[in-house]
């Protein structure tokens, strides 16, 4: 069991900047996805960003170009910057974890922390 605790979140101004980050702790395989996903009020959920252990990414439309993900492997730990945001990226930020190849695409998560709000208002 991979456990995840996020930090970050917060309310910011169309236009503004919040970085995300996310730590894991348990049994953590070699092969492995972490990323983000997000749920806005009256949306499905939807998958943000997502980046291997050996570096690969992917990101949603909706956020590609403005987000950018990172993450540092000794640490267990992913960080999401969010520049650009708009009143639309306002929602509760999930991390999510998976292992395996290609559990991401098959959508095979493991675990999922409990979430940090973003809000952007002006």
């Known amino acids: 069991q991979v456990q995840l605790v996020e930090s970050g979140g917060g309310l910011v101004q169309p236009g503004g900047s919040l970085r995300l980050s996310c730590a894991a702790s348990?049994?953590?395989?070699?092969?492995?996805?972490m990323g983000w996903s997000r749920q806005a009020p009256g949306k499905e959920r939807e998958l943000v960003a997502r980046?291997?252990?050996?570096?690969?990414?992917n990101y949603a439309d909706s956020v590609r170009g403005r987000f950018s993900i990172s993450r540092d492997n000794a640490k267990n730990t992913v960080y999401l910057q969010m520049n650009s945001l708009k009143l639309e990226d306002t929602a509760v930020y999930y991390c999510?974890?998976?292992?395996?190849?290609?559990?991401?695409?098959?959508?095979?998560?493991?675990?999922w922390g409990q979430g940090t709000q973003v809000t952007v208002s002006s």
């Open positions: 980046m291997s252990n050996g570096g690969s990414t």
């Open positions: 348990g049994i953590i395989f070699s092969i492995n996805t």
């Open positions: 999510v974890y998976c292992s395996g190849y290609e559990c991401w695409r098959k959508r095979r998560f493991d675990s």
